[in-house]
């Protein structure tokens, strides 16, 4: 089926109470968006918020943080027990 010789669609919505229906006009995706592909706002969008994020000190620091972390938290909670246990 040709592009051209489409029906317009209708969408139907219902919000609570209301219901409605949205018509699709050819001419509502042609206008001046303010992000085209060379702006500079898109540039530095691609450039800053979604660069790859960097690891610091490689993943050696990082594994031996994912081991030692569950351990530290589990001997700070013995130590908050016992210091609760020695009050009571």
Not at 10 to 23: C, D, L, P
Not at 58 to 86: C, D, H, M, N, Q
Request: aromatic share 12%.
């Amino acid at each position: 089926m040709e592009t051209e010789n489409r029906t317009p669609r209708e969408m139907t919505y219902q919000v609570g109470w209301k219901r409605g229906k949205i018509k699709h006009s050819p001419e509502c995706g042609t206008s001046d968006a303010p992000l085209v592909p060379g702006h500079p706002l898109q540039r530095w969008n691609q450039a800053v918020l979604w660069r790859k994020a960097r690891v610091p000190g490689g993943s050696g620091l990082l594994l031996g943080g994912l081991f030692a972390l569950p351990a530290a938290l589990f001997a700070l909670f013995v130590w908050a027990v016992y210091e609760l246990a020695r009050y009571s």
